[in-house]
Each structure stands twice: as structure tokens, then as C-alpha cells.
């Protein structure tokens, strides 16, 4: 069976690496990059089974920027399901965190997790997405 590909967007090469660690120890392959515009790229190409991507980057919206523009693809790769992970919540204080499925509709995610990453609640996301 082939391994499921997981595209890793963070501009913190410790977060990939995290990634990286977790996921690979339960069979997925990891892709990273560390800007949305090499993972478009990427995904022109590709698709991938799940996107885990930082909401602040570069740019204090180009996590948001970025899934915008995968969702506006004209073929499957529009529903790809979407991890948005951040550390705005710890960092700045502010809870950005969706309350509802609703509020995950509308920033057009599936999950979101907050930074600093717990491995359990990454995996478990990440099992829930590809049934």
C-alpha cells in the first residue's frame, strides 16, 4: 500500500521537523516547505492526502492567503482536507481558535491545532481526516 503524502507548510524548520517525526512514525510521508508559494508549487503538480499549514508566516495572513487559493483549484485537490496550526494563541494571548464546525467552514479548514503541537492530538486529527 502506498503511504499517504502529508504536506508540511511552516516557516519553522523545528515545527517540520516535528511534523516530520510524528507523522512518519505512523506511516505517512512528509513533504515540507517553508513558504506558501513553493507548496503551490508543489501542488501543481501533486497531491496530497492532508495539508498542515501555519496560519502566520511570512506574512501575518499568508497561512490564510494560502488556503484560499488551494481551495480555489478547479479539481480535487480543492478538497484536500486542511490542519491550520498556530502559535498566536500562546505567543500573543489571543484565542483565534474556531469555536464551531461553522467557524472551520468559514476559514475553509477541517481542524485546527494549536502550537506548541501535542503529538496525540496531531495523529489523532490526522486519522480522523483520511478514513
Known sequence: MEKKIIMVV???????????????????RVVTFSSSESALEFL????PSIIITDLMMG?????IQFVNKVREFNDEKAKIPIIMITGINS?????????SEEEKKQM?????IP?????????TAMKKLTR
Do not use: A, H, M
Request: glycine residues 6%.
Open 115 to 123: 502550537k506548541p503541537l501535542n503529538p496525540k492530538q496531531l495523529i
Open 59 to 63: 506574512g501575518i495572513d499568508e497561512g
Open 91 to 99: 505567543k500573543l494571548g489571543y484565542d483565534i481558535s474556531p469555536r
Open 44 to 47: 501543481t503538480t501533486n497531491t
Open 108 to 112: 475553509k479548514i477541517d481542524e485546527f
Open 10 to 28: 511552516d516557516d519553522d524548520r523545528d515545527v517540520q521537523e516535528f511534523c516530520r517525526i510524528v507523522l512518519e512514525r505512523e506511516d505517512y
